[in-house]
Every structure is written in C-alpha cells, then in structure tokens.
C-alpha cells in the first residue's frame, strides 16, 4: 500500500484560503468514508483537524473543512492565519485493514 | 481529556529490538480505545505501526507484521511497542497515539529513536 499523495507544500496570505489535495486509490480514499487530517507543528503533538472526510473535532476552528470526491480528498483551510503554519497529513483506512498516511504539505503563511 | 508519552531508548544497534512505552494518563487505557503506534523517518511522511484495542484484537501494518509487537499494560495504565530485527530504516520519530472511529484523537509528542552502532 504507497503513501497517499499530498502536494509538498501550499502558501497563502493571511485571510485567504487555501485546499490541500490528498489522493489515493479505490482501495482506501475512495472505498471508505474513514479519511482523516491532521496538523502538526514540528515539536508538539499532532492535533486531529477533520474525521470521517468533513467531521470536525470539539474544539477545531470551522475555518477547517474537508471533503472528498472520488479517490481525492480536500482540506480547506479558510481565513488563513499565522497559527494555521503547520505540516497536514492525512490518512485513510484501507481494504488490507491498516491505514495509511499522505506524504504530507508544509503550509505557509505569507 | 487523554494525555500520552513516550519512552525509551533514543539509539539502539542494528538487529536488536527497539522497545518503547507510552505512559497514558487523564483516562484508563482499558477504555474502549484503540491504542496506536505510528512512526515518521526523517523527510517522510507518517507510517502507520499498529493498534491493540482494549478489549485485547490488534492490528499491524503488514509490511511490519511480522517484526511488530504491540501489548497492554492495564496495571501501569500503559501500553508498549517491541519491533525486532531492526535497520537503519528503523530510525524514526515514534509516536504513541489513541485511536477513536478511524481516526486518531490523541497523540504524544512523538520520540526519537536512532538505529546506529
């Protein structure tokens, strides 16, 4: 099973938004529901931003919203703001009964 | 809410067994959770190791499985990863995490463990 593809990086000034792509196969992204993003700023612990493709945890801002269609799917980040710099992964549960994980995107803020 | 850290030795020699522990606090481990490891090699992205559930089912990443160890300790309110045989292609930050529905909600900081004699 190979990493899902995530594009290395994505840059936006502050108040923009901006949509990170992460695609995979018809054997995870696009057979499940179960897609997953996370934030990590290097240093800290991971933060769950987004389960089940466009669920929002208690406590995520509403500037993050992610959806899917086909074997792609998308995290929006809106409003973008300095905090919001941080690596994004995400992850998808797969017909083999493991997950796997994005290659990952660096965002910037401008 | 559910706090988790990582323990263990930060080098270890090429073929021995890597060995770490995730000290989980702020909840019982014997709650319905699945506990998790999930490693990140320099320059890469995140790999999924394994999970056990509470209730004592465990799953591995096949590329791992046959290597990978994953156990419960309901005493300690713990749980431990054992990978054995290991290579430089071990070397990774190792991260301890809680799973919930198909995702993770919490993670540790993450440790890093260097395969090098």
């Known amino acids: 099973q190979s990493a899902l593809t995530q594009p290395a990086s994505v840059s936006g000034s502050p108040g923009q938004s901006i949509t990170i792509s992460c695609t995979g196969t018809s054997s995870d992204v696009g057979a499940y529901t179960h897609v997953s993003w996370y934030q990590h700023h290097p240093g800290k612990a991971p933060q769950l931003m987004i389960s089940?493709?466009?669920n929002r945890p208690s406590g995520v801002s509403n500037r993050f919203s992610g959806s899917k269609s086909d074997n792609t799917a998308s995290l929006t980040i809106s409003g973008l703001q300095a905090e919001d710099e941080a690596d994004y992964y995400c992850?998808?549960?797969?017909?083999?009964?493991?997950?796997?994980f994005g290659t990952g995107t660096k965002v910037t803020v401008l | 809410q559910v706090q988790l850290k990582e323990s263990g030795p930060g080098l270890v020699q090429p073929s021995g067994t890597l060995s770490l522990t995730c000290a989980v606090s702020?909840?019982?481990?014997?709650?319905?959770?699945?506990w998790t490891w999930v490693r990140q090699p320099p320059g890469k992205g995140p790999e999924w190791i394994g999970e056990?559930?509470?209730?004592?089912?465990?799953k591995y990443n096949p590329s791992l499985k046959s290597r990978v160890t994953i156990s419960l300790d309901n005493t300690e309110n713990k749980f431990s990863l054992w990978l054995n045989s290991v290579t430089a292609a071990d070397t990774a930050v190792y991260y301890c995490?809680?799973?919930?529905?198909?995702?993770?909600?919490?993670w540790g900081q993450g440790t890093l463990v260097t395969v090098s004699s």
């Open positions: 056990r559930y509470h209730a004592g089912g465990a």
């Open positions: 702020g909840g019982p481990i014997n709650s319905q959770s699945w």
């Open positions: 089940e493709v466009s």
């Open positions: 992850s998808s549960y797969t017909s083999s009964d493991f997950y796997v």
């Open positions: 995490g809680r799973g919930g529905y198909y995702s993770l909600v919490s």
